[in-house]
Nanobody, 123 residues
Framework: QLQLVESGGGLVQPGGSLRLSCAAS????????IGWFRQAPGKEREGVSC????????YYADSVKGRFTISRDNAKNTVYLQMNSLKPEDTAVYYC????????????????WGQGTRVTVSS
């Protein structure tokens, strides 16, 4: 059964860092585009960062450029989101998603989703 599991969320002070992980089981991520999305209370789910299957192409939302870095380790079947210089407005539930269409738009209509991990940025 195709499954994505996020981990690494938590409570962090403004300016701090977290690394989110997205581990796949039941399928290999090698041929999938992967995206990180987030949804804050009362807001729509938005694309944060996406990466192509080969990692040749990456996308970052303007709000996270220069602070977040997406990467993938296909050997470990895992994708990461390194989040630095976190701000209170980064508070949200973060989801990873996979889609077989490579080089696709980083929109929240990917085919497979994890259950999410909560990130809270607060002093």
């Amino acid at each position: 059964q195709l499954q994505l599991v996020e981990s690494g969320g938590g409570l962090v002070q403004p300016g701090g860092s977290l690394r989110l992980s997205c581990a796949a089981s039941g399928f290999t991520l090698d041929y999938y585009a992967i995206g990180w999305f987030r949804q804050a209370p009362g807001k729509e789910r938005e694309g944060v960062s996406c990466i192509s299957s080969s990692a040749r192409s990456t996308y970052y939302a303007d709000s996270v450029k220069g602070r977040f870095t997406i990467s993938r380790d296909n050997a470990k079947n895992t994708v990461y989101l390194q989040m630095n210089s976190l701000k209170p407005e980064d508070t949200a539930v973060y989801y990873c998603a996979a889609d077989p269409q490579d080089y696709r738009a980083c929109e929240p209509d990917f085919g497979a989703w994890g259950q999410g991990t909560r990130v809270t940025v607060s002093s």
